[in-house]
């Protein structure tokens, strides 16, 4: 059975880069419309849990967010964890690629790919 709240409070939020990427990977990658991007953690990493990220269908037991134009997937168990946490995109010399600003880790990781609450 899947969970869809008449209007959920969006977990999560995106940066105008973020969007601008996931746009254009849904585009290059021919993502079908029942594809969402699905956002939550799993445990590993250096820090104790990563994130995940990445365009899925979805599953049993997610919660469905429309955020900025994207469908976005996550576990419901999870908003624990990513609640209040933006999403950006980097495109820089130094790095490229998403990063996480979540304000429920206690700590991160020096790539900051994975976290400790």
């Known amino acids: 059975?899947?969970?869809v709240a008449e209007n959920p409070i969006a977990p999560v939020t995106f940066t105008e880069g973020a969007v601008k990427e996931l746009f254009?990977?849904?585009?290059?990658?021919?993502?079908?419309?029942?594809?969402?991007l699905r956002i939550g953690v799993e445990g590993g990493g250096?820090?104790?849990?990563?994130y995940v990220l990445g365009f899925d269908q979805k599953k049993e037991g997610d919660q469905e967010f429309q955020i900025d134009g994207i469908k976005v997937f996550m576990h419901k168990a999870h908003g624990l964890y990513l609640m209040g946490m933006q999403i950006a995109f980097q495109d820089g010399l130094n790095a490229r690629g998403f990063t996480f600003n979540n304000p429920n880790a206690a700590s991160t990781c020096g790539c900051g790919t994975s976290f400790s609450v």
Not at 24 to 36: C, H, R
Not at 46 to 50: A, F, L, P, Q
């Open 46 to 50: 250096c820090s104790g849990m990563s």
């Open 24 to 36: 254009k990977l849904k585009d290059q990658q021919e993502i079908g419309e029942d594809f969402g």
């Open 1 to 3: 059975m899947s969970i």
